[in-house]
């Protein structure tokens, strides 16, 4: 069984994992949020100067709980795209120090290809054939899966404006709840009625592409209307339904239209509390598996990275190498990323 470290340094988290037999052994998270928060959103170079400093205690911290050393490990793995420009050059330069440094292949990997492996991290290998819907600010994607280290990633239908995530953060300052957007809303929904504000379900009977930029524009008027008529708890559990039903509507009509029986959903979003509770009440009368990794593994994280890392070097995979170069809007179509420098 191969033993490969992962680094993740897309956005504002900063993440180093070690992995091997489909089993995390050790990991370590550092987060730069409370540096964003006073600015509503992620600015690129806090995040990357975070990242610098935080990178190489976080693979300390995650080898010694892994109690590995760099002789026990076959490959590194890092995050090479899609992300924040330069908060992704920062983590491929220091995984290319360690893959010189200690004579280790280094494979490049899709940021979102790491959400979906997450997964396998708590309910095991994922099955020949399934559908991942990936729910983060972003990126959300509906996406139709084979074997994830050897197989084309199928996308079935994305999100043609603002993503889940995006809209969670900017509903959250129309409503003054505050950065990040996708907790504040949650916990502001636990004391509403989800049915008191009927916000919009977009494009739910049109395929499976997503739209969240009109609902986010309809409860700004609501607001500016006098929103009063209903408490803000109201209009975050509303808003929060809105978004729910639409994603878990598609996901389980998708997994119908191909004749899938396994749904897993993975990213940030998919630790919101309604989210996993309406896709496992609508998996459930479907006869569908629904996969939701636990809220650790949902956001940003070294972990996921090394388990596709992991995959990758069991499936044969050529390694990037040195020329490893990183792509910010890096399409997904496989989970092995490596662009090259020039």
Not at 61 to 78: F, Q, Y
Not at 107 to 129: I, M
Not at 167 to 185: M, N, W
């Amino acid at each position: 069984m191969a033993v490969v470290l992962g680094i993740e340094s897309s956005c504002d988290e900063t993440g180093a994992g070690v992995v091997s037999g489909g089993r995390l052994l050790g990991s370590a998270l550092s987060s730069s949020m409370d540096e964003h928060a006073r600015f509503g959103g992620v600015v690129p170079e806090i995040a990357a100067r975070a990242h610098l400093h935080a990178l190489a205690p976080c693979v300390r911290t995650a080898m010694a709980e892994a109690d590995v050393r760099p002789s026990d490990l076959d490959a590194i793995a890092v995050t090479s795209g899609p992300g924040l420009s330069t908060a992704l050059q920062t983590g491929v330069a220091a995984a290319k120090a360690y893959a010189l440094a200690w004579n280790l292949p280094l494979y490049g990997v899709h940021h979102l290809a790491g959400h979906v492996a997450a997964d396998s991290l708590e309910h095991g290998p994922l099955p020949g054939r399934s559908v991942a819907l990936i729910v983060s600010g972003g990126h959300t994607s509906l996406l139709l899966l084979g074997d994830l280290a050897r197989d084309p990633i199928v996308h079935l239908g994305d999100t043609r404006d603002d993503a889940a995530g995006e809209a969670f953060d900017k509903v959250a300052r129309i409503l003054g709840l505050g950065y990040p957007g996708g907790p504040a809303v949650d916990r502001a929904a636990r004391d509403g009625s989800a049915t008191a504000v009927r916000f919009p379900r977009a494009m739910l009977g049109a395929g499976f592409d997503f739209s969240f930029s009109g609902l986010k524009t309809a409860v700004a008027r609501h607001v500016e209307a006098g929103g009063t008529r209903a408490p803000l708890a109201d209009v975050a559990a509303s808003f929060q339904e809105a978004v729910a039903d639409v994603l878990t509507a598609k996901a389980v009509a998708a997994c119908r239209a191909h004749g899938v029986d396994t749904l897993t959903i993975v990213g940030g979003v998919a630790a919101n509390r309604r989210l996993r509770e309406l896709a496992a009440s609508r998996c459930a009368a479907a006869g569908l598996v629904l996969r939701v990794p636990p809220p650790r593994l949902c956001t940003d994280n070294g972990a996921m990275i090394a388990t596709v890392g992991e995959l990758l070097v069991d499936a044969g995979a050529p390694p990037a190498g040195l020329t490893l170069a990183t792509d910010p809007s890096a399409p997904l179509t496989q989970a092995a990323l490596a662009p090259t420098s020039r």
